[in-house]
Nanobody, 124 residues
């Protein structure tokens, strides 16, 4: 498994920008050997996948964030980012970094490593 620690959450006004970071501790380079993703969990709602990236750098986004969020892997080993632009109140949630070995396999399922989450609040 991979040890994951998120940071960068906070409070922002609608239309604002935040960048989340995920530091990973794993055997090997997560950028190539793992499918990495960001999920979020808002009060009263089910946890949902937000963005995921394959070991080859191919990104997939939820419809609700397409065009506003960008997932990326850092130049330094074992870092993952989520840049969130034009934030909306409905983006308020706890955001989690997640990982699973090898392929994303076109699914939000089967992630077996999770961080503890970071709170994002969008409010005027």
């Amino acid at each position: 498994q991979v040890q994951l620690v998120e940071s960068g959450g906070g409070s922002v006004q609608p239309g604002g920008t935040l960048t989340l970071s995920c530091a990973a501790a794993a055997s090997g380079d997560i950028r190539s050997g793992y499918c990495m993703a960001w999920f979020r969990h808002a009060p009263g709602k089910e946890r949902e996948g937000v963005a995921r990236m394959t070991g080859f750098g191919v990104a997939t986004y939820a419809d609700s964030v397409e065009g506003r969020f960008a997932i990326s892997k850092g130049n330094a080993e074992n870092t993952l980012y989520l840049q969130m632009n034009n934030l909306k109140s409905e983006d308020t949630a706890v955001y989690y970094c997640a990982a699973k070995p090898k392929l994303c396999a076109y699914t939000w399922g089967n992630f077996n490593s999770w961080g503890r989450g970071t709170q994002v609040t969008v409010s005027s």
